[in-house]
């Protein structure tokens, strides 16, 4: 039964951030860490659902927060929610590239082992073929993670 609140809770978030009128993390002035904080310790203490709703509640003002979408990729993808975990990690790498000009190893082997856990690693190999696609660190990317025989 806890799933299933769970699950539901998860739907009304994902609705609730998609329709949201959101504002970059990175252009604004004066942020609080603070909660990106909470949710790493609610994380890293095992509270799934402590760190889902404390993350959406970040993703509603900020849609390019990569760590917050790291952080609720990863606590999905530990209540099996993985579909949504992996769009999630998908765009903290995106977020992440975009603000830094880089790809964040945590993100991208975190990706690449729940993929390989759930068994979709054509969905994660074609993720890193459009992004290689975009630039050169995104081919160089793809070159290293082949050669490094994790695609």
């Not at 790493?40 to 990569?66: N, Q, V």
Request: charged share 30%; net charge positive; glycine share 6%.
């Amino acid at each position: 039964m806890a799933n299933i609140l769970l699950k539901w809770k998860i739907q009304g978030w994902e609705r609730k951030i998609r329709a949201a009128n959101r504002t970059s993390f990175y252009k604004e002035e004066s942020v609080s860490l603070g909660p990106i904080i909470k949710v790493e310790k609610a994380y890293k203490a095992g509270a799934w659902s402590e760190a889902i709703d404390e993350t959406y509640k970040i993703l509603m003002r900020f849609d390019d927060m990569s760590d917050a979408h790291y952080y609720l990729g990863m606590s999905l993808a530990k209540v099996h929610e993985v579909p949504l975990a992996v769009e999630h990690l998908t765009a903290a790498i995106r977020s992440h590239k975009k603000a830094m000009d880089s790809y964040d190893e945590r993100y991208v082997d975190d990706l690449i082992n729940i993929c390989r856990a759930s068994g979709r690693e054509s969905e994660v190999r074609k993720f890193f073929e459009g992004l290689a696609g975009l630039d050169a660190k995104g081919k160089l990317l793809l070159e290293r993670l082949k050669y490094q025989g994790k695609l």
